[in-house]
């Protein structure tokens, strides 16, 4: 290529082609491939992070955040080894999996608490019903409920802001089903956003403020917020580890989960991985602060990959008010 | 012209309203130029303020570690090796391919294109492209680069990407730049015997050097803090290795492995660490941003510096 170094652009365009034409094969480590929901993302991240400081550079491992949906296309089409899902696979992906001949492995890794919160200045709301919440959040309300008192007439006149998470998440889509009745199904004027530190900003800042997300950005942020129990018709029970894993925090607990292509799984380093993670899973999933499954939930996940138990034991929809029991139950069908 | 023929009172008069007049005028120019200072000091100050505060948080975290760390999920110990050096060699595709298509496209359409209806419906797209919106790049390149020419989520894809969306910047600049050379320096060149060809490369582009030069500067530091179409093509977010050295082996002295090699760039490293739950993640975003600012800064530096140095060579 020495007589075409003179120009640049030439050799550039040359040498894309060449590159776009031959792959490179080269001794460069394996990579294992993620991407998917940024909920998930945290807990992924920590296992990798521990799984290439284990391996010492052997094996290397990439996380995306394309967001649930984004993360099962390049899945289904062959693109990554393992997809992180806050919600299990739809009919639409499943459909589009089987087209492109992907199968999959289906491993819930942890829980997450979708926690409803206000002001800390709000001293009225200690817990909130499921009718109340509905009433808040329903399409209907949108230009009627305004105030909390239009809420229950026993409350202030105080002016209701609402934040909650933007529509292309699977926050949104579990919040909508699980209060509303209706996924995406909610009104529309409330300050939403991808990124919750916008919106612990906006509830940190507003006395009347109400507001959603997930269970770690509320630790986190515990000084600026107030949590509301919840009571959907059991007694109000307060969003807390303990809580989701006896099954009481209802609705709002939800299981997240990685799929792994059955491709990838012929692969050591993503058998090794997908091991290291179910291994590690209990003491990371607590560190980034969100709700580990009991040990034989992880034990459960490498009994199927060894025994090929394929597919999802959620038939293409999503559920709400799962607890880890049933989850644990409907796993061990498969 | 009529002859002077006013008595001297009223020649007084008269100068006098020109004097308040002329007074009035300048209290209007006084008024603008106010204008203009508080526009001026306004702007600046809010950068002042987004500036210092961005110090204020990120300054204490600035260390060596900082840049030789990869990513973590402990703030502490989280840094942008990844994201600087995947930064660093996108930026080194999009000069690669941007500078010389750019500047090539430039000297075509002032130089060697005929005045037709294909040229101006070339000159009103190239000047329609600079207006488009990143994230369309982003979704043209997801489909030409990433999946046609199978590049994959790799440095070349976003290489190529950033360049599309600079080259019309730099097509800008190559042609305003060559259009300030005097008619008379072309017309001398030919008088002498010169082949339009050797107009081009020994006139043109030396005396329009610096003005190219700032086009393309300017057009990389637009470059260096996009994230929208970055992230259309599939950067990554936690990436903790870097792309194979592009200084190969023996054999193969330099090797073009990383052109393929997934990476994430600082804006994204940036946003990711902006949306982390654990307040400590906020000061790493604003070092990572006090960095890009640096960044940005300096090729604007090397700009200005490229400017005055070649001028002083120009001398007609």
Redesign the interface.
Known sequence: MNHLAS???VA??A??TA??VH??A?A??P?V?I?GS?TV??I???V??EF?KARK?AV???????GTGGGFK?FCRG?TDIANASRPILKKEMDECAKAGIRYYEMPVAYDALTVMVNPQNGFIKSLTVAELKKIWEPAAQGRINSWRDVNPAWPDQKLKLYGAGADSGTFDYFTEAIVGKVKSSRGDFTAS????VLVQGISGDKGALGYF?F??Y???QKKLKAVAIDAGKGAVAPTPESVENGTYQPLSRPIFIYVSEQSIGKAEVREFVGFYMKSATQLVK???YIPLPAKAYTGNLDHLARKKLGTVFGGRNEVGLTIEELMKREAQL | MSPQSHPTTTNDAAVNEIRRLIARHKTWDGLFGLLGIVTLLSALLVFATLFGQMLVNGLPHLSWEFFTSFP??RAASAGILSAWVGTVLVML?TT??A???GV?AGIYLEEYAARNLLTDIIEINVTNLAGVPSIIYGLLALGLFVYQ?????SI?AAG?TLALLILPVVIVATREAIRTIPQNIREGAYACGATKWQMVAHHIIPYSLPGIMTGVIIGLARAIGETAPIITI????????LP?SPFGDAEHLLS??W????FTVMPIQMF?W??????AF?ANAAAAGLILVVMTLSMNAIAIWIRHHFRKKIKW
């Open positions: 120009s640049p652009a550039t365009i040498l894309l590159l776009a792959p490179s080269g460069a480590p990579v491939k991407d940024s993302f945290p992924t991240e920590a990798a992070e290439q550079g290397n491992v990439t996380v995306g955040i394309s390049k693109e991808e990124d919750d530190n997930g770690a950005y630790i986190e942020n560190e980034v602060k | 973590s999920r595709v690669l391919v500078v010389p298509l090539g020419f199978g590049l994959g989520q070349a190529l599939g950067a990554l977010t936690f990436i903790a290795f194979p073009f492995e052109l393929l090699a997934p990711n902006i949306s982390r739950p654990e307040e906020q």
